[in-house]
């Protein structure tokens, strides 16, 4: 895949507000938004394979609303006008369901899943889960990420290129299992924590081989796995449920304040506690969304700023003198969760009529939210391809302009958790570490199940060690 964030001419500027949202049958007799003109196996192909190149080249030539034709059925919309998101966003969640239940994450994830779930129990997981993820609960959770952090980057090589993404990940995976199941440092061998993150460290892997992507789109809509993917769930599920078993039995179980222990006995309203099917759902939902995304989106920051030596050098500054450093590292999070949304796009399938603009669809069309397009809009964002931390002083993220989190009623539960995973990595870096890209080209993007991750790992050099 070529480089072409870093190469594209800008998107046309479009300010202009664009009503949204229930559609009337008027707005249905009018034309609907312009379709891609391929077949619809090529579109397919391009899609999962360029989904970058996909999406600029055909914002360009249709605008901000255009249909494709791909395995999600119902010939799915595409939009990035912010007036759009936040129609979306804003609508009553029974109106909007997510298409994530239809997504390849549905058949591993299962039906309980907060991710997966729409409607009532939708709302229901989500109460359930929020409380570990706020105020208090991620103070706890500081110190723990300094301490992971610092283990990891003493271990990084000097003077030889290397895969920052795998690194990442072990920190972030060591955060989850800290979280989740109250297990800091190293998970004791034989005990079934152990097998569950051995599982997990095997299946990322295993995710990026063509096998496991051909998987995916076999997958699409499925309420079942198929395929590959059926061996993965099997032995997700042979990892899982013996932690849950072994957890059930604790005396302490009340008092404890890991993750699992919390949601394990969290009520309903009605007084119910979570079944072992809706704990296995939660539980592979928390880890498989929570570790692999921040590490991924960490990845993409560190390599915008060693290929932006301006950014990088201002950063690493503010960081060693003190000169604002918690903004400093903010905005560079924030820049490269803008330049590089590891979620590149979301969706919804409204069952009613909706207007997007111009166009209005009828109910029950997939609409999709090109998080990278709206990122990349020149009337949001000037200079949109450039990596830019500075564009963010005096500025905060426009709930409805910056969305690496998603949004609304389905807006990431562990947001706070992440954001801080991430500032206490990037500080402990730019601390320590003096890094250089290996090569001066930008990393290409790779585009697996939902995300989109560094082709190459977010390959790069410690120069030395502060």
């Known amino acids: 895949m070529s480089a072409l964030l870093d190469t594209a001419a800008a998107l046309p500027v479009g300010a202009a507000p664009s009503p949204a949202g229930p559609a009337t049958q008027a707005d249905l007799d009018r034309p609907g938004p312009p379709e891609i003109p391929l077949p619809k196996h090529l579109q397919v192909l391009r899609f999962n394979i360029r989904q970058t190149e996909f999406v600029f080249k055909w914002r360009r030539e249709l605008g901000d609303t255009f249909r494709f034709n791909g395995m999600?059925?119902?010939?799915?919309?595409?939009?990035?006008h912010p007036d759009h998101v936040r129609s979306l966003f804003?609508?009553?969640?029974?109106?909007?369901?997510?298409?994530?239940?239809?997504?390849?994450?549905?058949?591993?994830?299962?039906?309980?899943?907060?991710?997966?779930?729409n409607g009532p129990r939708h709302l229901r997981q989500r109460r359930l889960l929020l409380p570990p993820f706020h105020g208090e609960a991620i103070e706890r959770y500081t110190q723990m990420i300094a301490d992971v952090c610092d283990r990891e980057i003493a271990q990084w090589p000097i003077g030889e290129p290397f895969a920052v993404a795998p690194r990442m990940q072990s920190v972030t995976l060591d955060v989850i299992m800290a979280g989740i199941f109250g297990i800091e440092g190293d998970v004791p061998a034989g005990t079934p924590e152990h097998r569950f993150r051995r599982a997990i460290e095997h299946l990322t892997t295993m995710s990026t081989t063509p096998v496991a992507q051909l998987g995916e789109l076999l997958n699409v809509g499925k309420a079942e796995p198929v395929g590959f993917l059926k061996q993965g769930v099997r032995l997700l599920d042979a990892v899982t449920y013996p932690i849950i078993k072994a957890r059930r039995k604790l005396d302490d179980l009340e008092t404890r304040t890991d993750i699992l222990s919390m949601i394990m006995c969290a009520r309903t309203e009605d007084g119910d506690l979570l079944?072992?099917?809706?704990?296995?759902?939660?539980?592979?939902?928390?880890?498989?969304?929570?570790?692999?995304?921040?590490?991924?989106?960490?990845s993409w920051t560190l390599e915008r700023l060693v290929r932006t030596p301006d950014a990088y050098e201002q950063l690493r500054a503010a960081v060693r003198e003190g000169?604002?450093?918690?903004?400093?590292?903010?905005?560079?999070?924030?820049?490269g969760m803008r330049a590089r949304p590891v979620i590149p796009m979301i969706g919804r399938r409204p069952n009613v009529a909706w207007r997007l603009g111009d166009f209005a669809v009828p109910a029950g069309t997939p609409i999709t939210m090109s998080i990278l397009l709206l990122h990349h809009r020149e009337d949001l964002y000037p200079d949109p391809f450039a990596f830019r931390p500075d564009r963010w002083v005096g500025r905060k993220p426009g709930t409805y302009e910056w969305i690496p989190f998603g949004g609304g009623t389905?807006?990431?539960?562990?947001?706070?958790l992440a954001m801080a995973e991430q500032r206490a990595v990037l500080d402990a870096v730019m601390r320590r570490l003096d890094l250089a890209a290996d090569?001066?080209?930008?990393?290409?993007?790779?585009?697996?199940?939902?995300?989109?991750?560094?082709?190459r790992g977010a390959r790069m050099i410690v120069r030395s060690r502060s």
């Open 72 to 80: 999600v059925a119902g010939r799915p919309v595409i939009t990035c």
């Open 90 to 117: 804003t609508a009553k969640p029974e109106l909007v369901p997510t298409l994530v239940s239809e997504s390849p994450l549905r058949p591993i994830v299962g039906p309980a899943s907060v991710l997966t779930a």
């Open 275 to 298: 079944s072992d099917e809706e704990l296995r759902d939660e539980l592979l939902t928390l880890v498989l969304a929570g570790f692999e995304t921040t590490a991924n989106s960490l």
């Open 323 to 335: 000169d604002d450093a918690a903004g400093h590292i903010e905005r560079a999070l924030q820049e």
């Open 410 to 416: 389905r807006r990431c539960l562990g947001a706070a």
């Open 439 to 455: 090569r001066p080209e930008a990393e290409h993007a790779q585009h697996r199940n939902v995300t989109m991750i560094p082709a």
